[in-house]
């Protein structure tokens, strides 16, 4: 239990000012109590958590009026996207920045639950009420994307090393 409160303090964080946070997981963790008689175990808690939360996060941006503000304020900023030091080279960040304004809002969230929140496909499915094979084509899709618009890796370290 104590992981995936953690996990879900990731998740909420990564979305929302830091002001707010607590609020959500408390709206969220008295959603999951209220209806915990529903869960019917078909999936794994952790998804059954995840998805009451993800709808919180949607609440509180529709309260604030900014449609989708979640996935933009992590990745427009760029203080959420995931470039790690090493790559420090002024093309590849140009080229990430690129992909992230090109892939369409639902694959950035896929992106984002897969790799930033460490989801299965499956889980992100039931999380956003999406068809399994729905979500491996947006990841894939997105995939592809990144692939055509990001630069070889071979010839980043081959320049990072000389």
């Not at 000012?17 to 959500?24: I, T």
């Not at 990745?75 to 790690?84: L, R």
């Not at 990430?96 to 496909?121: H, I, K, N």
């Not at 995939?143 to 990001?150: I, Y």
Request: aromatic letters at 12%; proline letters at 2%; one cysteine or more.
């Amino acid at each position: 239990m104590r992981n995936n409160a953690l996990a879900l303090r990731r998740f909420v964080s990564k979305r929302l000012p830091a002001a707010d946070v607590d609020d959500v997981l408390q709206d969220t963790w008295l959603a999951a109590w209220e209806r915990v008689a529903s869960f019917d175990g078909d999936s794994k808690f952790r998804a059954w958590a995840f998805s009451i939360c993800h709808h919180k996060v949607q609440d509180y941006w529709r309260r604030h009026h900014s449609k989708s503000a979640q996935v933009r304020e992590s990745f427009e900023d760029g203080s959420s996207t995931y470039v790690p030091k090493e790559f420090a080279q002024v093309e590849l960040r140009e080229c990430l920045s690129s992909f992230w304004s090109a892939c369409p809002s639902d694959q950035r969230e896929v992106l984002l639950m897969y790799y930033g929140d460490g989801l299965t496909l499956k889980e992100i499915g039931e999380i956003l009420g999406r068809n399994l094979n729905t979500v491996k084509y947006q990841f894939y899709r997105a995939h592809d994307l990144a692939a055509g618009m990001l630069p070889d890796s071979e010839r980043l370290i081959g320049e990072g090393q000389s």
